[in-house]
């Protein structure tokens, strides 16, 4: 891994519905505790000379404002579920201001999502004003993106495969509730893990609290933060005294320097 210094900004640490979910009068959904607050969940990884961004979810455009973003080399995608992807058409801003399309990095699965789902992209004929997009299939195999290495790691969400991906010493894991051996030596080692915790009780496809909780301990990673937090998990407050000292829940707007 390269040892290039990068800052991560987590954009949204929410679950599909965000919190508060529309309709809900939970005390979660009502707080007055801004870290109660979740958007749809994403990251902005940035180093002195590049700057990307893993998912653009239902909420891209509005993260991209309140970080004040004006620049974006790349999207990198986790897999094809609509909140982590729905925001993508809100790339064109970039490439008004770039004159260049943007690129994507993708799995095939995604990548096939991307094609169908924003078809007019790719039409032959293309309406004025449309986003422009490099669409780049990547596997297991690490790259580049300007000066940030980039290894993904196979992860499972029920039965559909998911990428998470460690930047340096950094590895962030959305929407998994498993995680192979060999996939697990990919993290070991990292210095902060951002990881997905739904809820207390089980899921079908997320990690619970206390599943996540299992593969920070068992991988001894220094710090941990959980995300993609559903309004069942509890107030903010509540859970981070619940949880072992070097793991706390994430917050949107949170900053991590490495």
């Given amino acids: 891994m390269a040892n290039t210094s990068i800052k991560i900004q987590l954009l949204g640490t929410g679950t599909s519905t965000g919190i508060p979910m529309i309709g809900c009068d939970c005390q979660v959904c009502k707080s007055s505790n801004i870290k109660d607050n979740r958007l749809r969940s ?10 990307l961004v893993v998912d653009t979810t239902p909420d891209f455009r509005y993260q991209m404002l309140r970080t004040n973003t004006k620049h974006l080399d790349a999207v990198v995608y986790t897999h094809p579920h609509k909140d982590h992807m729905a925001g993508l058409d809100d790339i064109r801003a970039f490439n008004f201001f770039s004159q260049k399309p943007m690129d994507i ?4 699965l995604t990548e096939e999502a991307v094609r169908r789902d924003f078809y007019y992209a790719f039409a032959e004929t293309k309406y004025p004003g449309v986003p422009e997009l490099n669409l780049i299939t990547i596997d297991e195999t690490p790259f580049f993106i300007g000066d940030i290495s980039v290894q993904p790691i196979l992860v499972y969400h029920h039965k559909m495969p998911v990428y998470g991906y460690r930047f340096g010493d950094f590895t962030y894991i959305t929407d998994a509730n498993r995680i192979e051996p060999e996939q697990l030596e990919k993290i070991r080692g990292s210095k902060v893990l951002v990881l997905n915790a739904l809820r207390k009780e089980d899921h079908i496809s997320h990690f619970t609290l206390q599943g996540a909780i299992d593969i920070a301990m068992e991988l001894a990673i220094p710090e941990v933060y ?3 937090i559903s309004h069942q998990l509890g107030l903010n407050d509540a859970i981070n005294q619940e949880l072992p000292p070097h793991i706390k829940l994430a917050y949107d707007g949170q900053i991590i320097s490495l």
């Fill in 226 to 228: 959980f995300t993609h």
């Fill in 42 to 51: 994403s990251i902005l990884v940035q180093s002195a000379t590049t700057t």
């Fill in 105 to 108: 990095y993708a799995n095939s």
